[in-house]
């Protein structure tokens, strides 16, 4: 099985930070590579695929990059709506995995 | 608008089942893979099995191999997870998923708890 390990495992930012997180798979995964957003007792949302193509209606403030075993998901300028746990996930191969979680917290 | 709608879940004692149900609309079932995505409450995700529009590809993670079976009634725009043998390491959310992989739409989730 493919092991997705993501970092940090919480992170503290203020509306305005740019901020990066970082996915790292056990294999190489091409660019299948997924970035999900979930609120607290919420379904995950899925924002980004192929490691760098938003979803319709994704705010172009997240950004998608990497290939192969290290992906990064950026965000330019965070607004109060961003606070939320991020996941990656790999769509390389059965069983499909994911990351731990990032918790983005406000500063 | 596509939507997803879990039921089913529960309380049960460790070594019983449940059948979780995701009632599908605003989309056409069959024209799709179909997933269901656990998660541990206030832990992270966790993919369970996948099924093609037909059905006729089928596919688990290794913890629920031979204990849990994912199916679908595309007539009835339904999709199936029947649980056996439960064990209190299944006590999660369980969300049903469009797709096969990249899982673009989620319900609500039911909640399963496994405890005596």
């Known amino acids: 099985d493919i092991q997705m390990t993501q970092s940090p495992s919480s992170l503290s930012a203020s509306v305005g930070d740019r901020v990066t997180i970082t996915c790292r798979a056990s294999?190489?995964?091409?660019?299948?590579l997924i970035w999900y957003q979930q609120k607290p007792g919420k379904a995950p949302k899925f924002l980004i695929y192929a490691a760098s193509i938003l979803q319709s209606g994704v705010p172009s403030r997240f950004s998608g990059s990497g290939s192969g075993t290290d992906f990064t998901l950026t965000i330019s300028s965070l607004q109060p709506e961003d606070f939320a746990t991020y996941y990656c996930q790999q769509n390389y191969s059965t069983p499909r995995t994911f990351g731990q979680g990032t918790r983005l917290e406000i500063k | 608008e596509v939507q997803l709608v879990e039921s089913g879940g529960g309380l049960v004692q460790p070594g019983g089942s449940l059948r979780l149900s995701c009632e599908a609309s605003g989309f056409t079932l069959s024209d799709y893979w179909m997933s269901w995505v656990r998660q541990d409450p206030g832990k992270g995700l966790e993919w369970v099995a996948n099924?093609?529009?037909?059905?006729?590809?089928?596919y688990y993670v290794d913890s629920v191999k031979g204990r849990f079976t994912i199916s679908r009634d595309n007539a009835k725009n339904s999709l199936y997870l029947q649980m056996d043998s439960l064990r209190a390491e299944d006590t999660a959310i369980y969300y049903c998923?469009?797709?096969?992989?990249?899982?673009?739409?989620w319900g609500q989730g039911t909640l399963v708890t496994v405890s005596s």
């Open positions: 294999q190489t995964i091409s660019r299948y």
């Open positions: 099924i093609k529009g037909d059905g006729s590809q089928k």
């Open positions: 998923a469009r797709g096969g992989g990249n899982f673009v739409s």
